[in-house]
């Protein structure tokens, strides 16, 4: 079983700026690949990004997350970050982190097996 625990949402104002974390633990794969999602009210689950644990963790973005947003992981592959920039009101969403098994990015949330909880955030002045 993997388990997966988001944090780091918030309230900020336009333009500025927060970082969500996603740790891991249990049986995460020797490869796998971890992704954020988001959920606005009302609507679906969107990709925002998603980050490889190989191949020197290879990244993918969606159109509205490219140049504001970064994906990274820490050494151990088993904590991963979203460092989110020049924040719209747009981006309030409730945030989730997604593992699926392999060494592939994926922009389906139906490929993904595994998912935390969710963290919020608010973008509003």
């Known amino acids: 079983q993997v388990q997966l625990v988001e944090s780091g949402g918030g309230l900020v104002q336009p333009g500025g700026s927060l970082k969500l974390s996603c740790a891991a633990s249990?049986?995460?794969?020797?490869?796998?690949?971890m992704g954020w999602f988001r959920q606005a009210p009302g609507k679906g689950r969107e990709f925002v990004a998603a980050i490889t644990s190989w191949n020197g963790g290879i990244t993918d973005y969606a159109n509205s997350a490219k140049g504001r947003f970064t994906i990274s992981r820490d050494s151990t592959k088993k904590t991963m970050f979203l460092q989110m920039n020049s924040l719209r009101p747009e981006d309030t969403a409730v945030y989730y982190c997604?593992?699926?098994?392999?060494?592939?990015?994926?922009?389906?949330?139906?490929?993904?097996?595994?998912w935390g909880r969710g963290t919020p955030v608010t973008v509003s002045s």
């Open positions: 997604g593992l699926r098994q392999g060494n592939a990015v994926g922009r389906s949330a139906d490929s993904y097996n595994y």
């Open positions: 249990g049986r995460t794969f020797i490869s796998n690949t």
